[in-house]
Nanobody, 124 residues
């Protein structure tokens, strides 16, 4: 059974940094496309970042470009989201997601497997 477990969330002041990890099991990780999404209170879940399998390409929401970095370590079956220069608007539950094929990297409907999420809170 596929499991994705996020970790690294917490409380940080504006301008600070957090690194999120997504540990995958039951999944051919090297063959997967990974994504990070987030959902803030009162808002729809939105795309944050994605990373492809094989020859790696990365994709970012405009709101996080230049501040967040997605990466993966296939040997550790882990995806990462390094978040720098955090803003209060980044406060959300962050979800890791995975899929093998199909759909757009930007769309949550493209992803088959999801973690439970980890809370990130950025204070002013």
């Amino acid at each position: 059974q596929v499991q994705l477990v996020e970790s690294g969330g917490g409380l940080v002041q504006a301008g600070g940094s957090l690194g999120l990890s997504c540990a995958a099991s039951g999944l051919t990780f090297s063959s997967s496309r990974m994504g990070w999404f987030r959902q803030a209170p009162g808002k729809e879940r939105e795309f944050v970042a994605g990373i492809t399998r094989g020859v790696v390409n990365t994709y970012y929401a405009d709101s996080v470009k230049g501040r967040f970095t997605i990466s993966r370590d296939n040997a550790k079956n882990t995806a990462y989201l390094q978040m720098n220069s955090l803003k209060p608007g980044d406060t959300a539950v962050y979800y890791c997601a995975a899929v093998y094929t199909g759909g757009s990297v930007y769309e949550q409907s493209s992803y088959k497997y999801w973690g439970q999420g980890t809370q990130v809170t950025v204070s002013s």
